[in-house]
């Protein structure tokens, strides 16, 4: 079992800043590929970032390339997304997820390859 959770969102203005971060409970998150996933009110929830476990494969949505970037710490269980030049179509709730199976980089966009899921933090872009 793993339990994620998420910090770092807030209310920020149109070309701001944010760090978001994800830490995770249990022994193996080195072994876990883990994702960036968010949902805005009334659309479904997509794919933003990837990496896997061994951080040698970054995946990113085309709405974040240039703009976003994932990292993860395995000392410290904890993955982070680096978001910046943030518009107001970037408000949302951002979710962490990790995965279990996945172990090809192709795979890190695919909510279903996920097992374990974070609360979520809320990001506000005000234009």
């Known amino acids: 079992q793993v339990e994620l959770v998420e910090s770092g969102g807030g209310l920020v203005q149109t070309g701001g800043s944010l760090r978001l971060s994800c830490a995770a409970s249990?022994?193996?998150?080195?072994?876990?590929?883990m994702g960036w996933f968010r949902q805005a009110p009334g659309k479904e929830r997509e794919f933003v970032a990837g990496?896997?476990?061994?951080?040698?494969?970054?995946v990113y949505a085309d709405s974040a390339k240039g703009r976003f970037t994932i990292s993860r710490e395995n000392a410290k269980s904890t993955i982070y997304l680096q978001m910046n030049s943030l518009k107001p179509e970037d408000t949302a709730v951002y979710h962490c997820a990790a995965s279990q199976t996945i172990v090809a980089g192709d795979d890190l966009w695919d909510p279903h390859m996920y097992d374990y899921w974070g609360q979520g933090t809320q990001v506000t872009v005000s234009s």
């Open positions: 990496i896997s476990w061994s951080a040698g494969s970054t």
């Open positions: 249990g022994r193996t998150f080195s072994r876990y590929a």
